[in-house]
Structure formats: structure tokens, C-alpha cells
């Protein structure tokens, strides 16, 4: 790589600076003693502990958690289905318009879909809670996977399913023991995306959630509306830091293998 | 296993070319076949990739599809193993119509073209994959698998990763994958295209001797004549889609059906003419490009006046020295071209009419008295038996 500019070297340290400088403070000032936001107390880590204290709080971390696993578990079966039919499903006419209304939802405002969604859930009268917003997540969430896996599967050598069914196996157990180990790695990058997404959500979860099933991004945003506390700091870093690896465990399980 | 593989050794009297053994179902009136195409056609979009086939191919045969890129080979063969179906016509194996049979119930097995090993499976359990679909007992399945390793000479290597494989260690674990279900045909997809000249060589004897002694019939599919030559007891010439013709490598060598297989199956010279008349047993043709009326032997559907072509093999060509006697056709040419193959010379010789003749000499001796120099005046000759008469 050639040496960089004097120029080059400042765009890119403003370009990181206005990326990383907010999530930056936010980090540092969870482990701030003063109880006041903004100004510098000394470090201290008894926000993390206040923060295991908080009860409503972790109830909320414990629905993300379980509507994240939940969510991303079923979306990613669905979506692999989805993207191995798309895949193996001969060209007919109309594939291209079913392929653009399974990407649709990534493109909807996401305002739109939890409104959408909403009304079907008062129109079966579907109670409204944990289940409520895992299948908003699912419905969000299995378009991402079904993005990821048919990536993976259309670079996939269609005759090694071909010789698994020549050597006797029957369409499912070659699926199963062929085709899924080998695009297993989309697979799991796709459940990690589901479940970053899941968590991450607020605008779904605030149309579809209920008495009992708050969501921890909705608890966060909540309580910032009476003013931003250290606490809300630390659990924030704690978010920041779970999906940090998610994220380099998706680009590790996604990244080419090294050339042999 | 009871070997009864047929003698190699014997001879029948007069045979067109040379005789490999004394197998020959396709003669035999009585004889059903394995496998059998009746009317086969399959299009994609607009090509016409298998376009009315009518094929049949014997148990413990050897069989090779041979024809250029394109012409439909492995899609015939694809058919047979299931993963594409006729537009029309049938297949069938054993006398029972194979429509409709998905792929893992055929009693067929396929070595793939690009062998379409298992990544994330060992050689052993590559291997070992179709015996596990079958349900058999492990103790089975294990002794099985050491058995065929050690045929293909893999059994050291049980433990590696495909990707840790040399290019013909992943064509002999392919070849056991295949016959470790000991199926009623292997299907070959160009098995042997990613070897080199020395180890595909080996491999064809090999091959050979697996398929006489495992007793299983083969269908292979390759575009190089030699070696469909060298494995195969018939060969189906296949071009555009069709069939052009079926014969044994001798047949279709010694007696190509029109002028395209006769120039597709090694080199051959082709005088065109008009046939003049009867010649004792034969005919004699006058031929513009050979400058001379050339005399042949007996031929079917020709007379007086039909357009033919003279078909001659360089080695069936000879250069002619002096004092020699001369056989029934030659030519006086200039030699324009020498290529010293080493077993072999080439010779390409300039006739009056300006068309260029192949010739070969074997090299049977270190040194030649008067050897044939460039630019040399030559005469060349050739016996009436020694062509073929084409009429299309
Ligand atoms: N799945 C397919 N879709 C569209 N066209 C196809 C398909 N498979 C084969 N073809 C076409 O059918 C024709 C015959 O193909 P095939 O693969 O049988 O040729 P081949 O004789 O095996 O050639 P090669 O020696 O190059 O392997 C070709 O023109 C090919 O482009
Ligand atoms: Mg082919």
C-alpha cells in the first residue's frame, strides 16, 4: 500500500471520527462515577451493577433476548426455504415479480410494515405480546436470510446434489446431508442477522409489542424520554458490544475460504 | 465374484481391423439389450441437444459416446441416470421403462465430469455415502469401502478431505463413489479429462480391466477418439444431436459410414470422383484431385456415374521407391511438408492438382539408405482394398 497523504489521512480520521466518536462517549461515559451524564466523575463500573439491580430493565433484555432467538430461529428456516425454492424452482414466468415481493419488506418503511402488521393482528385478534412480536420480527427478518442464503446457493455445484441422488439419497436426506452442511456458514450468518435485527428493533416491536412483552429498545427509548441516565449508558454498551460480535462472527462465518 | 471375462486372445478369420475379444451381443439376433433408447428427443429452448435416438447398448458392454462439444453426449447420458427427462421417446434398462423413476431409484451409478466429490466428506466417507443410503450395517458398509479403496489403490488415503487431493486421487475416489453401489451400468461423463497424457493412458488399461472384471457395463461419454478407441467394444459417432453411426473402433475406423466420421475418427484423405466402371472385383473411379483413375474394391450402392469419395488413411498410403513394385493407384507428388513424430513420419505430399496428401511411415529402422528429403519428387500408392468408398 502506498503511503497516505496528509489529506487522505485527515478525511479518513474525520470520516471515522464521525462514526465512531458518539458510540465512543456513549461507552466512556457508562463507566463515569457522577451520576451526572456530562460531566466526568472518574471511572467506575457501578452502573453495570445498578444495571443487574434495575428489574424492568433486564425483564425487557430477557424478552429481546427471547423474541431475538425465538424470531431468528423461525425466520431462518423460512427464509432458507424460500431462497432454496427460488433457486431450484425451474424459470417460469412471473419468477422475477416473486423473487422483487420477497425483498420487498427490506425496502418497505419499516413504519409501514409494523402498521401493516398491526392491523392483521386486530383483525385476527391475536393477542398482542411476546408472539405478536416475534412474528413481526419473523416476517422482517426471513427476507434478510432468504438474501444471504440464495447468495450462497447460487454459486452452490448443483451436481453434488445430483450425485447424492444418484447414490440412492432421496431429495430430502441430500438436502439435509449435502446441500445444508455446505451452505451451512450462509445459514448461521443468516441467523445472526436475523437476531442483530431483532434486537435492534424498535419500530416493530412499538406497533406490535403488549402489556408484558416490552422489548429492551423500547425500555431504553422510554426512559430517555424522562432523561438519559448512566445506566441506560451501560446496558447501551452492552448492546454495542453483543452485536460487535455478531457482526465479525457473520463476516468470519461468511468470508471466502482462504485460497488454497 | 466369478470372473467369466472372455478370452482376449482369440481370432476369427477374416476381421475388418483388429479383434479385441470375442465379445459381440450386438450380433446376436437373440440377445436383448441392457439398456435401450427408442425415438429419445430433448430440446432446450431452441437447440435440439438429443434429437431422435434409437441406441442400444448390451450388458457388460463397453460403450462410448463419442462426438464433438455440443453434440448431445452428456445430456443422452443424463437420461439414462434420471436428472433429465425426454421430451419423447423412452429409455429403458432391463426391459422396464424408466419414465417417471427419479434418480436415486435407478440402479445406475455416475461418475460426474467434474466428479462432484463431497467437500466436507472424507474419501471414506465419500465412499461410503450411497452404501448409508442403502441402510446397510456398518460392518458392511466399512468392509465394502477398504475393498474398492484398495481396487482404485486409494485405501492410504481414506482419511483426506477432497480439497486435499490431486486431480486423478479425486477421479479414482470419484470411480469408487460410482462402483461401490455395484450398479447394472456405470455412466463415465469424460472421466478421465482432467488427467495428463501419461496418468489418462494408465488409466484407460485400468479402467478396462475393472470393467471386464467387475463385469458391469459401462457408458462412457468422451471427445477424445483415442481413448474411445482404445476402451470402448462399440462406439456410437455422435453429431448435431443424432447418431451417425455405431460400430466397433475397427468398424468405424475401417469402414466410417459417410465422409464427417471419416474425418473425425483420425485423419483420412478424401479424392472425390465419379465412378467409371466395374474392375474385376471392384470399381474404378476417376478422380480430378488425384490426377489419375483410381481403382477400388467392391462397394455397396454405387454404378457407373455416381459421385463418390475415395477415403485413405496416411498409414494405408506409401511412399514408393524406385524399383519397388508399384501397387494398383498412384500418384507422382511433392513432398511439402515432413513431420518426425519419432514411432511415426509424416509426410504431407503436393499433388498436380494442388491437394495435399498424408502419408505415414513407420520408423522401423534407426537409419534409412536414401531418406525423403523437402521438396522431394515422390510417387505414392495405395492398394484397392486399402479405401474406402463413400457415398455420403
Ligand atoms: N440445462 C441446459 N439448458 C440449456 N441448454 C442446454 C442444457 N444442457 C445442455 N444444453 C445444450 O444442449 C446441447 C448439448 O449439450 P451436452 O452437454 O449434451 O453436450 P456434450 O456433447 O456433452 O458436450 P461437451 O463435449 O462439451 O461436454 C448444447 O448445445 C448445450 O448448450
Ligand atoms: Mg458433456
Not at chain 2, 466417507?125 to 481396487?151: H, M
Not at chain 2, 455397396?300 to 459421385?307: D, E, K, Q, R
Request: glycine fraction near 10%.
Amino acid at each position: 500500500m502506498k503511503g497516505l497523504s496528509r489529506i487522505d489521512l485527515a478525511a479518513l480520521t474525520f470520516g471515522f471520527a464521525f462514526l465512531y466518536l458518539p458510540i465512543l462517549i456513549l461507552v466512556v461515559y457508562s463507566f463515569n462515577a457522577s451520576k451526572l451524564v456530562t460531566v466526568w466523575g472518574g471511572f467506575s463500573t457501578e452502573w453495570y451493577a445498578a444495571l443487574f439491580r434495575n428489574k424492568a430493565l433486564m425483564d425487557a433484555a430477557g424478552v429481546t433476548f427471547r423474541v431475538g432467538i425465538v424470531s431468528a430461529t423461525i425466520a431462518t428456516i423460512l427464509g432458507t426455504m424460500a431462497a432454496v425454492a427460488l433457486v431450484r424452482v425451474p424459470r417460469f414466468t412471473g419468477k422475477g415479480l416473486f423473487t422483487g415481493l420477497l425483498y420487498a419488506p427490506i425496502v418497505m418503511p419499516e413504519v409501514i410494515t409494523g402498521l401493516s402488521l398491526l392491523l392483521l393482528f386486530v383483525a385476527i385478534d391475536l393477542d398482542r405480546g411476546f408472539w405478536s412480536v416475534t412474528i413481526a420480527h419473523v416476517t422482517f427478518a426471513m427476507c434478510y436470510v432468504a438474501v444471504v442464503v440464495r447468495s450462497r446457493l447460487s454459486t452452490f455445484d448443483r451436481s453434488l446434489e445430483e450425485a447424492a441422488a444418484d447414490l440412492g439419497a432421496t431429495p430430502l436426506r441430500a438436502f439435509f446431508s449435502v446441500t445444508l452442511p455446505l451452505i451451512a456458514p450462509a445459514v448461521a450468518a443468516g441467523w445472526l442477522l436475523a437476531f442483530t435485527l431483532s434486537i435492534d428493533d424498535l419500530v416493530l416491536a412499538s406497533f406490535t409489542s403488549g402489556p408484558g412483552a416490552t422489548t429492551l429498545p423500547m425500555r431504553i427509548y422510554g426512559q430517555v424520554r424522562l432523561g438519559v441516565t448512566p445506566e441506560i449508558n451501560a446496558i447501551s454498551t452492552l448492546m454495542i458490544g453483543a452485536v460487535a460480535l455478531v457482526v465479525i462472527a457473520v463476516s468470519l462465518a461468511t468470508r471466502p475460504r482462504a485460497a488454497r | 465374484m466369478i470372473l467369466d471375462s472372455p478370452s482376449r486372445s482369440s481370432r476369427s478369420a477374416p476381421a475388418i481391423g483388429a479383434v479385441r475379444r470375442d465379445f459381440a451381443p450386438w450380433k446376436d439376433p437373440g440377445a436383448v439389450p441392457l439398456i435401450r433408447y427408442e425415438g429419445v428427443r430433448k430440446r432446450f429452448g431452441a437447440t435440439a441437444a438429443v434429437d431422435g435416438v434409437d441406441l442400444s447398448v448390451f450388458e457388460r458392454e463397453f460403450f462410448c459416446l463419442l462426438g464433438p462439444s455440443g453434440c448431445g453426449k452428456t445430456t443422452l447420458m443424463r437420461m439414462l441416470g434420471g436428472f433429465e427427462t425426454p421430451d419423447e421417446g423412452r429409455v429403458t434398462l432391463a426391459g422396464r421403462d424408466l419414465s417417471g423413476v427419479p434418480p436415486h431409484l435407478r440402479p445406475v451409478n455416475m461418475m460426474f465430469q467434474s466428479y462432484a466429490l463431497f467437500p466436507h466428506m472424507t474419501v471414506a466417507g465419500n465412499v461410503a455415502f450411497g452404501l448409508k443410503q442403502d441402510g446397510l450395517p456398518r460392518t458392511e458398509i466399512a468392509a465394502r469401502v477398504d475393498a474398492v479403496l484398495d481396487t482404485v489403490q486409494m485405501r492410504g488415503l481414506a482419511d483426506r478431505k477432497p480439497d486435499a487431493l490431486s486431480g486423478g486421487q479425486k477421479q479414482r475416489v470419484a470411480l469408487a463413489r460410482a462402483l461401490v453401489k455395484r450398479p447394472k451400468v456405470l455412466l463415465l461423463d469424460e472421466p478421465l479429462g482432467a488427467l495428463d497424457k501419461r496418468l489418462r493412458e494408465e488409466t484407460q488399461y485400468e479402467l478396462m480391466d475393472l470393467q471386464v472384471a467387475l463385469g458391469i457395463t459401462f457408458l462412457m461419454v468422451t471427445h477424445d477418439q483415442d481413448e474411445a478407441m482404445t476402451m470402448a467394444d462399440r462406439i456410437a459417432i455422435m453429431d448435431e444431436g443424432r447418431i451417425v453411426q455405431v460400430g466397433t473402433p475397427a468398424e468405424i475406423y475401417e469402414a466410417p459410414a459417410d465422409r464427417g466420421v471419416a474425418a473425425f475418427l483420425g485423419d483420412v484423405t478424401i479424392f472425390e470422383g465419379v465412378v467409371q466402371g466395374r474392375d474385376g472385383e471392384g470399381w474404378t473411379v476417376a478422380s480430378e484431385p488425384a490426377g489419375c483413375v483410381l481403382r477400388v474394391g467392391e462397394a455397396a450402392g454405387v454404378a457407373p456415374g455416381t459421385a463418390v469419395g475415395v477415403a485413405i488413411r496416411p498409414e494405408k498410403l506409401r511412399i514408393v521407391a524406385e524399383g519397388d513394385p508399384a501397387p494398383a493407384n498412384v500418384m507422382d507428388g511433392e513432398v511439402w511438408d515432413i513431420g518426425y513424430l519419432g514411432d511415426w513420419t509424416i509426410y504431407r505430399v503436393k499433388l498436380a492438382s494442388g491437394l495435399i496428401v498424408r502419408v505415414s511411415q513407420a520408423n522401423a529402422a534407426r537409419f534409412v539408405e536414401r531418406p525423403v528429403g523437402w521438396e522431394d519428387r515422390v510417387r505414392i500408392g495405395f492398394d484397392p482394398a486399402s479405401a474406402v468408398v463413400l457415398t455420403a
